[in-house]
């Protein structure tokens, strides 16, 4: 049986779209991937509890920010390995900045300080600045004024969460106020209740938690919302994995919808979980 030049033509394209499919193949395995740690997502969050963002470590794998983690791990095809040891958010930040974790993941606030060492997502929750005050302590400060009028002046005793955005917000944003730096929230609502400080600096979610937990706070302190200052709150990606800060974007504009909680919502949130 004679070959034609048909034939010929036919079984050529054939070889050739076979050798495409074939490098095509190899290409894509050999590009490169968001996950350069095998097949793992080390994600470095916070040894303690920031309810509804994520529990204790050890508590669980309820809450905000351990669904956006298991979310981006499963998108990826890999497993997500917490690391936890850190104390505070600024160290959740050094375990990124550092290579030993790819994302910190843990209510991380964006700050320009940050932004120096480790790159961010677009956020995915937008909160207010607060400040809880002592009744009488701000009585006493303001003499008369409206307390709003005192704030942006404000040179008394500020209480600030070691390690937190909000010790970094403060000397700016506060510059005449003798800042205090604690080791713990609780620590800081203390001092408000016996009045050693006169004001606490954090976001007003967490200020508003607070009067949810615990109403008889209303007594002694007052809570104050600025309208002008945001905290906005996104994912740390390791400097040197761009693709992998891309990754984390597209999977925030895709998977969840460009969705930006604000502090009514995650409030809600919080009090449905108490109840749970």
């Known amino acids: 049986m004679s070959v034609t030049r048909r034939t010929l033509l036919m079984a050529g394209s054939g070889g050739l779209l076979i050798s495409q499919a074939q490098a095509a193949s190899t290409q894509a395995q050999n590009a490169p991937k968001p996950v350069a740690s095998g097949d793992a997502l080390r994600i470095a969050m916070p040894a303690f509890a920031s309810n509804p963002f994520f529990p204790a470590d050890g508590l669980g794998d309820n809450g905000i920010d351990m669904e956006l983690a298991h979310g981006i791990a499963a998108q990826l095809g890999v497993e997500p390995v917490f690391d936890r040891s850190a104390a505070t958010f600024d160290g959740m930040v050094n375990l990124v900045s550092s290579g030993q974790a790819d ?122 919302t600025l309208t002008d200052k945001v905290d906005t709150i996104a994912v740390g990606v390791r400097p040197d994995n761009p693709h992998l800060a891309a990754f984390v974007d597209l999977y925030l504009d895709l998977a969840r919808g460009q969705q930006v909680l604000n502090t009514d919502e995650i409030i809600a949130r919080y009090r449905q979980g108490s109840k749970a």
């Open 103 to 224: 994302l910190a993941i843990g209510k991380l606030s964006r700050t320009l300080q940050r932004g120096r060492s480790i790159v961010y997502s677009r956020p995915y929750a937008m909160l207010r600045q607060g400040l809880i005050a002592n009744r009488l302590n701000l009585a006493r400060i303001a003499q008369g004024k409206p307390p709003e009028q005192i704030i942006r002046d404000f040179a008394g005793d500020l209480g600030v969460i070691e390690g937190s955005s909000f010790a970094t917000y403060a000397p700016t944003t506060f510059p005449h106020a003798q800042i205090q730096r604690f080791a713990s929230w609780d620590l800081i609502i203390d001092a408000i209740r016996n009045g050693t400080i006169d004001m606490a600096y954090r976001d007003d979610f967490e200020i508003k938690k607070l009067m949810v937990d615990d109403p008889s706070m209303t007594v002694v302190a007052r809570s104050i």
